[in-house]
């Protein structure tokens, strides 16, 4: 039978290895949720971004569109204007 010191040690450095193993994959593990996240938050931003680009060219399109509109007034008075003074 073997020595209880001798088994001790034997259990010890075992113990030991699955610590580490065990170390490693929650550092493994973690780094991966981190890049899942860093992905995710990539992502969100991306989108933020395309409503941001979409919202302004919607709303550039509706400057020109009242622009366009106050022009057509503003010709529309100017001729009526004109018919009332002949």
């Not at 010890?12 to 860093?38: M, V």
């Amino acid at each position: 039978m073997a020595k209880a010191s001798t088994l001790n040690k034997v259990m010890s450095k075992k113990a030991q290895r699955t610590a580490t193993k065990n170390e490693r994959n929650q550092k493994a593990e973690a780094e991966k949720i981190a890049k899942e996240q860093k992905k995710t938050l990539a992502k969100l931003q991306a989108e933020a971004l395309a409503a941001a680009k979409k919202d302004a060219i919607q709303k550039a399109k509706d400057a020109v569109e009242q622009m366009a509109q106050a022009k057509k007034n503003a010709a529309a008075k100017l001729k009526a204007d004109k018919e009332a003074h002949r």
